[in-house]
């Protein structure tokens, strides 16, 4: 029955008969126009792909002739493109494809047609998918992986090559150009020649959407799948394994990208464990992989259990590598120091390695922003990110400046993201995670691009004329008004909401890891579980105040930042409050800016969080007539549990810190409605996250 | 250990050293100062209370001689007393313990000695204990039964015998006479020699303080017990039965107070088993009592699981019957026709029965209200039921007119509280829960005290000076300003607030089963269950709208009532806000008399009660200073859950209701925090409750 099933349930979806389940993404079918076009080959996989995008969702004029030029261009960098008169120009497939989407981007979203050069920030912008070959995907929240399968059947069915096209199709359509396709905390199984034959069959697929697969590899591969005694990266032996292994992949997957690596970090094995550094790690592989044209993007994410302060070590292990890594090597850093929290200071890492290729690597799945339940719009995250000034080489060293080339000589640039996706209907799990998705690929192609006018692009795309609503009745002023402006307008507050309900004025890491780091746990501390993974080493709660110090005289994380940045983070008198806590531990009655107290502040942060995801309720509320049943239902649910999960938060860090502060909370602040009590029984009995 | 520790912890109890645990309810020790006791005989118990009770309490000037004088006085009633410059007189002992009370009640709460009469209200003042023989207690939140034990132990320890001191004089100290030792769903056990021994035990700690032990009987005893084939009340071998029962019974407790029983109802075995009738039964157990003087409580707590409306079933049943009881029979109504709902309008046989002594039955255990968790001052509903107007002998006939003698000849007069006490330290389980214990006493002295004096009297009593606190070096202004007058405001609007989140507008019995009545059920109707016990039974919401039609079109309740108000509550113009869906099925869209639509005015009442129980959280927060940490933090706790408590009601009722309504929930209301789906799977598989 399965097989005789799927191809009509396909069908349906490729009529655009389905419903609105979110799996069409912000490509949504709608009505067409006759469009012609002339490309310059018919035999390239990748034109035959922009043309039949032309041509399924052509909306400008019946009858316009659209040309595709593929010609060089000192002026386009990379897969850029130019957009003229007579159509699209690029110097490459990817480019026109690009070039495509963009027209049809601008026609979707009612902007002019507009001439120009457009050109990506970053040469490579990558997907990471944390999933693992037995089809889990870790800190996933929308179902299995797409790619593997639970029962490890590597049988490739029709399916699966459905669901491969119709993610490279969104990726293309955003300009992602790669995919890492398993997790950095990698099976050394990937690379088995039973896997590769299925890690061919998806680059088959993703190759015509201009989308180059790479893989995680695990550093001791060559000791659990070669049989070698052991993975010393100086090692003959290793090295040839590793020789033959490249090429093993590359006869499989001729524009094969290269490889991610988690080494010595979290219990990963690396270099270090046969005496050698990082870049004699990364170099080994970088060398293997530079005669097919292959990349290692080397992640810094590494801290030991022992050292005081976790936020400095990515820093003090790399910066003395600055200039001895290989050019096909990329450090892959994440935006701040610690991971991937609703707020960090950028990495410092960023414009401090100048001598070395650095990318940026954002998490999009929201491990620590309310997973698929909670609506957190995360390109404001990542803009603050890259628009941090470093000064690093003087004022407007910005990270995305330090990290594409600008400022630095990079042989290569890439932007890296933690990807969301699953086999949920809408990919995503949660609706409104699609548009991250979505906006890590446009800040990818351009980091400039700001986050409101992201959120348009895609509300526009992914809600205008749902199905059951009295769209396109409905003039296009009336959406606009009601909900195209409110709705940009809750994705834009979205991020704040969840930093002042969780962790406001620069606290970190306070989080629960027995629900996954879903919700609040600032006591959490099992018996034996290293206190660098604990929340009390973040937050540093005591009678005599709050916050992690990492001024000059704590443990001067502040000196790792370029002035004038050291200087204004080490007072708290200057200090952001933003960051206030992340640098600064504070007495409970310090006086902040606004003149209240600290504690009165952080309690009326956390209050503020509350209010506003009641407010975003009211406003999904009264954009109902304008989202069709389906979408709006689920929404509409899934604020109410993230309403109810911004209560816990506020009451369960108020009450425990309560505890050490001993001072009430703001009568203006909402009562809890929680005791701590019951919300520390709710925190069952800590299993320790997993080990290696 | 245990038989060593105990007798030291009880010294500290009696020297006063007791931490603020709540244990001394509203007799907490305080300063005194020497008196004189001049007593008519040293050989009474009664007396002799009496006396010690005011040398352990004076407070007056020192070396006053009061003078305890026991006479004959026709302006006396019962265990009346009267005030005098001498100190006490009255015409039982029992009214000089009374009047010794009243005097250290009146010092204790600052109020002028007062001369004069104080005549009780009703005859008899009682609380029925639904205490089982294994000590379990029905709708019991305050631990195990003072009386009985787990295991079965009949042996009277010392420890048993100073609790049932100590509560026997809380008793004492408000006026209540008599204790119902067991569960109106009576085990026959109770009746053997083995627990009549131990009867025997609480009633000889009991007597001293002038309170008559009483016990609830199973119908079917004679058979159960007795090994008799029937239990028909006509049965001349029945009746031989209970006779040498009453027998053995009053030579153990010669001042035995009489039988209270649950007949044919909810499953229990009654006359009606043998074609006879409520009167024949209660009529039988009343002449077998005669004899030893006493009496027969017959509850009239009676409804059939296939009748259309659940209320008017004890009003048909009894008024066919009016005159038949003999005069030792008192039938005990329940305050409202169906069960002890936040809000139910009077039951309508108060003022029917005109030829039968009639006696209303209040709820002091919080079944409905919140358990010991929720914070639920009880005299306002209780107040609002005895001052209700039955119209049956004119305007002015009220509840409390028609029970007391006033309006009708009864030959003998009560008031039943089902109790809510057991071994919890503090009796009550919650503090504010002992208010209740104490109001009910109190109006059952005199059904005249408003809600807020006895309100006053008790957190005078119970919370001045508390331990740890800056009492009495506060000036009392600023305790009145700061603590009573706010509290005072809180207690008196706590039982409104409980309307509002969980029943409000009339709406009543909708409250779940799995949780033992404590949250919310609308939806609750498990398969098979008796429809009567569901609450989609009373809400009756459908599309077309919401509310029980117990109009002269409907069930024709209405008529139950005496004119003017079977028209007033007939006519939805004219029916109380506060009863309205009770007596009416309306459409959600009806007018109401705010001009708001009856789903929005439902909607803001339920966000009503929850932003009232955040107020008394912001209330209570500021009366910390005057009360001592061990009773503020167990409070701040309760309404924190009580908070968490009022939300899921609000969410749960309005999220089910909507379904129907298809309205959207007003702005102005704080948006749902839960959704419909969490709510129902919290609300786990209902078991059937507990079964004959």
Chains 1, 2 share one sequence.
Not at 92 to 112: D, N, P
Not at 160 to 186: C, F, H, M, P
Not at 563 to 580: G, I, K, R, V, W
């Amino acid at each position: 029955m399965k097989t005789l099933l799927l191809p009509i349930l396909f069908l349906g979806a490729t009529l655009g008969l389905r419903a609105e389940d979110g799996h069409r993404l912000w490509l949504r079918p709608h009505a067409t126009t006759p469009v012609t076009v002339v490309a310059p080959t018919t035999s390239s996989a990748l034109l035959a792909t922009a043309k039949r995008e032309l041509q399924q969702g052509w909306q400008g004029s019946a009858g316009t002739t659209v040309t595709l030029t593929l010609k060089k261009d000192k002026a386009i960098k990379y897969d850029g493109f130019r957009l003229n008169a007579q159509g699209v120009q690029a110097s490459t497939e990817r480019g026109i494809l690009y070039g495509v989407f963009e027209l049809l981007r601008r026609q979707q979203t009612g902007q002019a047609p507009a001439a120009g050069l457009s050109n990506p920030s970053y040469e490579h912008r990558l997907l990471n998918h944390w999933d693992n070959p037995d089809g889990s995907v870790e800190r996933g929240y929308a179902g299995p992986s797409i790619f593997w399968r639970k029962d490890s059947a590597l049988v490739v069915t029709s399916r699966d090559k459905t669901l491969w096209q119709e993610y490279a199709r969104a990726n293309a359509s955003i300009g992602i150009n790669g995919s890492v396709l398993n997790n950095v905390n990698a099976s050394p199984l990937i690379l088995s020649a039973e896997y590769l034959g299925r890690v061919k069959a998806i680059a088959d697929v993703l190759r015509p959407y201009g989308v180059k697969a790479y893989l995680s590899v695990k550093f001791s591969s060559p000791v659990l799948l070669g049989g070698l005694k052991t993975a010393d990266p100086l090692d003959p032996a290793v090295i040839k394994w590793w020789r033959g292994k490249a090429k093993e992949i590359y006869q499989q997957v001729p524009d094969f990208g290269g490889f991610l690596v988690k080494a010595s970090s979290e219990g990963q094995p690396g270099p270090q464990d046969y005496g050698r550094t990082h870049a004699d790690g990364a170099n080994m592989l970088a060398d293997v992989l530079k005669p097919h044209g292959g990349l290692v993007m080397w992640r810094a994410f590494v801290y030991s259990p022992s050292d005081k302060d976790r936020a400095k070590q990515a820093y003090n292990e790399f910066v003395p590598l600055d200039g001895k890594f290989r050019d096909n090597v990329i450090i892959q850093v994440k935006n701040g120091p610690v991971d991937f929290q609703p707020r960090e200071p950028f990495s410092p890492l960023f414009g401090a390695l100048k001598k070395t290729a650095v990318m940026p690597e954002f998490q999009i799945t929201q491990e620590y922003l309310g997973h698929a339940i909670d609506l957190a719009y995360l390109a404001p995250l990542w803009e603050e990110c890259l628009q941090s000034d470093t000064y690093q080489a003087g004022p407007g060293s910005t990270v995305a400046r330090c990290t594409d080339g600008s400022v630095y000589r990079q042989a290569h640039s890439a932007m890296a993201g933690v990807s969301n996706v699953g086999l949920d209907t809408n990919w995503t799990g949660h609706d409104f995670a699609q548009a991250n998705w979505y906006a890590f690929g446009r800040l990818a192609w351009n980091s400039n691009i700001k986050s409101a006018q992201i959120a348009e692009e895609w509300l526009k795309q992914t809600f205008q004329n749902a199905a059951g609503t009295n769209q396109p009745a409905t003039s296009a002023a009336d959406w606009n008004a009601k909900f195209l402006t409110p709705v940009t307008q809750l994705m834009l507050a979205s991020r704040e909401a969840i930093v002042d309900y969780s962790m406001p004025l620069g606290l970190h890491h306070i989080m629960s890891a027995t629900h996954g780091h879903y919700g609040p746990g600032p006591w959490w501390a099992p018996p034996g579980m290293r206190a660098d993974w604990t929340p009390p080493y973040y937050h540093q709660a005591a009678t005599n105040g709050v916050g992690f110090g990492r001024t000059k005289t704590g443990s001067d994380a502040v000196s790792q930042y370029h002035e004038p940045l050291a200087s204004q983070f080490n007072n708290p008198a200057t200090c952001p409050d933003a960051y206030l806590l992340w640098f600064h531990h504070l007495p409970w009655d310090f006086k902040m800016k606004s003149g209240r107290t600290l504690w009165d502040e952080l309690a009326l942060h956390y209050d503020h969080g509350v209010q506003q995801v009641r407010q975003f309720q009211r406003t999904w509320d009264q954009a109902q007539p304008y989202v069709d049943a389906e979408r709006f239902g689920v929404m509409q649910n899934k604020l109410r549990t993230q309403s109810g999960n911004a209560v816990v938060w506020k009451d369960a860090c108020l009450l425990y810190f309560q505890q050490f502060s001993r001072m009430p909370i703001p009568a203006a602040v909402e009562p809890p409605m929680h005791t701590l009590e019951a919300l520390i029984a709710n925190d069952t009995p800590p299993r320790p996250p997993r080990q290696p």
